[in-house]
């Protein structure tokens, strides 16, 4: 009949740190792997308890020693991850395991497994930075599919769905929709470069007058349109004023003469279909263009030109 190998002489043959711990949490076993990780002797650990090692930290040490007496008592397992210094000087990143045991005869202990995973939870933190620079990649993608290459303002697309969410939501906004005055003499007398520069000088505008959750869209050509979050038909009016006297003031052509802009204003109405306040908007746009150009009409004024 061939030998049984000893419980021992199995622990010590495993590559993780094992400990075994008596009733009185004093240490009865360390494995080889225990001794080779933390670079000790079995005559320095043995018959001690957690408290008396000074080579794991002391806040480590009264938390394992609270813990042991924990399942000790229960008979229950628990598991952390924490970090060690190991005999190499590096910081680990380790599995901590262990559990109390009573056996048949009575003797009570505790069993404790040390797991480095070092390796792994670095291949796991390489894996989580890929995945969010894959986020963050898909994210610049969608917001840059979301956004005229001209202006870096939002794209017609994008103004739809913010429509179609606002609608369903049935929240308050209001819209205000840009024109600029005499564009196409600004591209046939200067070129399209230069009607390029006046319409990002323009989008700039209507951009730094909205607020952060607003949305400024180029809505098509030499339109622009923006959304007013919150917002009423007087609002809407007061910050599309502001914009037109701003175009006014400080956007010039290469022979001095200035560049303006007309809007038109419309509040949305709960329930409607998000595409009306747009039509009163665009009626409230023609209005101002019909009416003289660089000037803000509203929905109301449409109403009273047409009585």
């Not at 080579?55 to 008979?75: A, C, I, N, S, T």
């Amino acid at each position: 009949m061939e030998p049984t190998p000893s419980l021992f002489t199995v622990l010590d043959s495993v590559p993780n740190a094992i400990f075994l711990k008596n009733a009185d949490l004093r240490f009865i076993f360390i494995n080889k792997a225990y001794e080779r990780l933390f670079g000790v002797c079995k005559e320095d650990v043995l018959w001690k308890n957690v408290l008396d090692l000074s080579y794991l930290p002391e806040k480590d040490r009264e938390f394992y020693q609270r813990e042991d007496q924990e399942m000790l008592r229960r008979g229950q397992t628990s598991h952390h991850i924490f970090h060690y210094r190991f005999s190499d000087g590096e910081m680990h990143t380790c599995l901590y395991w262990s559990g109390g045991f009573s056996q048949a005869d009575g003797v009570r202990g505790l069993i404790g497994i040390i797991v480095d995973i070092t390796s792994q939870s670095e291949t796991i933190a390489t894996l989580q930075d890929e995945l969010k620079q894959v986020s963050t990649a898909k994210k610049i993608a969608e917001e840059r599919g979301a956004r005229d290459a001209l202006t870096g303002l939002y794209n017609r697309g994008a103004l739809e769905e913010a429509l179609r969410t606002q609608a369903k939501e049935r929240s308050l906004f209001s819209c205000v929709m840009f024109d600029i005055d005499h564009f196409k003499r600004v591209n046939d007398t200067f070129g399209h470069l230069e009607g390029d520069e006046v319409l990002k000088k323009v989008a700039r505008i209507i951009k730094e007058n909205s607020r952060g959750n607003d949305l400024a869209c180029r809505y098509g050509g030499e339109e622009f349109l923006l959304i007013l979050v919150g917002n009423g038909l007087r609002d809407a009016i007061f910050v599309a004023e502001r914009i037109r006297v701003h175009v006014a003031e400080t956007i010039l052509l290469p022979n001095g003469e200035h560049i303006t802009i007309s809007a038109g204003c419309g509040v949305y109405k709960s329930g409607e279909a998000a595409h009306i306040v747009l039509q009163r908007a665009d009626q409230a746009l023609y209005e101002a263009k019909a009416s003289g150009r660089n000037k803000v009409c509203d929905e109301t004024m449409c109403i009273i030109a047409r009585t």
